[in-house]
């Protein structure tokens, strides 16, 4: 049976397969209102899934502004520019293992 936790204004805000202290109230699965907080869930889990293949699309068109000379480099704001060229190095690292899995027998 699953237990759920509340918010102040008595609407669940959490649920968990097992009891504990802020998981103290069991409900009955199926219930419309769990059934309607679990499909919420599973919908904000949608948006966030697309969220990183977003992320891989903003990405793209960055390097095609950038090599086409629409954007410089530069004219991003400076933390911009220090988290593309942290997530360019993890994808080149990323890249180079995947190679070498790749040649083993």
Known sequence: MPFVRRDQDGRINAVSDTQAPSFD???EPGTPELTRFLAQMTAQDDLANTDLAFVRVLEDLLDVLI???VLLFTELPEEAQKKIMARQAL??????????QDEQP
């Not at 994808?91 to 070498?100: G, H, Q, S």
């Open 25 to 27: 109230e069991a409900v």
């Open 67 to 69: 090599d086409k000379n």
């Open 91 to 100: 994808r080149k690292r990323d890249n180079a293992l995947n190679i070498l």
